[in-house]
């Protein structure tokens, strides 16, 4: 009798070093390799190359699809963005075709909010909206230059002016405006990450990069300038953690981003062991090549390139507050992967990922993704089901 346990423990003991060592071999050993510093009273969280949790592979389940080309108010041209509201309503800024367009949670039209024109509340180059909290609509008009306001029923309510050039931008619950605004100083043009109060006035400068464009001027009697932007580019990016009620942000030239609470404050920051790859004249090409009309070898020869390729291309945080950072793909890489980064809410190095498709949307485990067909171009809002949802960890 107590050879068989005996046996029974040692065959309990073996089974438990082989789990182990399977773990371990996939890098899924939970533990964390990296380093905590501290620059004042600010933590950083230094992470190793690897994560601590290996792999991670996410099983999707399409369950909602809103689009077709053959309906007029399911039909999109050039959409930018979209949002949800606390229903689960779609909001949908269809640029091309000045309007957003509005579907329940099972992508039903409900109905559409403004047209193309120069009257109050009207679009002449809309280009990014968000909700707030209240489910007021605030759309970024470029000719406007400002934020046009929509109550909740899509009615027109206000402009506020903005005297800058911005592109992306979140709201505050006090109603502050965070954007990136793009504007010439001192003879250079710069990125700025910037804080603005509810008036659209300058409340801080967070942080602020080169815009690494290309501005080429030609002609005598008709001057013509071209700005060259490529994704190659080192460039600011930022995403609102609505569980931790804070921003991240970061510049590509580097991988450190940093959280800052709504008044602009820093909270901490996180950074990625990881080496510069060189940007190869292949990829050089290949953009240049994708510009319309065809560029001439010496405008070829002035685009700027950055001596390596940024580290991401934007980053997503989920309703549990992980972090998706999605990592810059090489033009010539012709999978239709991307590679994610996936941190913890406090910045650890939690898993890496691959998707097909770029998430917009994680929430309370679902992927909301806007999808273009690849044979037709037309484009598609879907959700996805993510079935292993509950199983990823959130923590070291």
Known sequence: MRRKIIIFRLFVVLILLFISFSSCSRGKSGKWKGKVEYEGKIKVVNNPSEPVYGELILELKEVLSIGNPDEENYSFYRPRNFELDEKGNFYILDRGNFRIQVYNKNGKYIKTIGKKGQGPGEFERPFGMKLDKKGNIYVNDFTERGLLVFNKEGNYQKTIPINYFFTDFKLS?????????????????????SKLNNEGKLDKEILKIPEFATTI????????????????????????????????????????????????????????????????????????????????????????????????????????????????????????????????????????????????????????????????????????????????????
């Open 173 to 193: 619950d006090d109603g502050s405006i965070f954007c990136i605004i793009s504007q010439m100083i001192e003879k250079g043009r710069y990125l700025t990450f």
């Open 217 to 396: 001027t030609s002609g005598t009697s008709t001057i013509t300038t071209i700005t060259f932007l490529h994704a190659f580019r080192f460039d600011l990016h930022f995403y609102f953690s609505e569980l931790q009620n804070q921003f991240i942000y970061g510049d590509s030239s580097k991988y450190e981003l940093s959280a800052i609470s709504p008044s602009g404050e820093l909270v901490f920051k996180f950074r990625k062991e990881e080496k510069e790859i060189p940007v190869t004249s292949e990829e050089k090409n290949k953009i240049c090549d994708s510009f319309k009309p065809p560029l001439s070898k010496e405008v070829r020869d002035k685009i700027y390139f950055p001596p390596y390729r940024p580290y991401f291309s934007s980053f997503v945080i989920d309703s549990e507050g992980r972090i998706y950072v999605s990592r810059m793909k090489s033009p010539v890489d012709e999978s239709k992967e991307t590679e994610f980064d996936v941190f913890s809410p406090d910045g650890y190095y939690l898993y890496k990922t691959k998707l097909k498709l770029f998430p917009s949307i994680i929430k309370d485990g679902y992927i909301y993704a806007r999808v273009e067909d690849e044979e037709t171009g037309d484009i598609y809002f879907k959700k996805f089901q993510i079935k292993n949802y509950k199983s990823i960890r959130k923590e070291v």
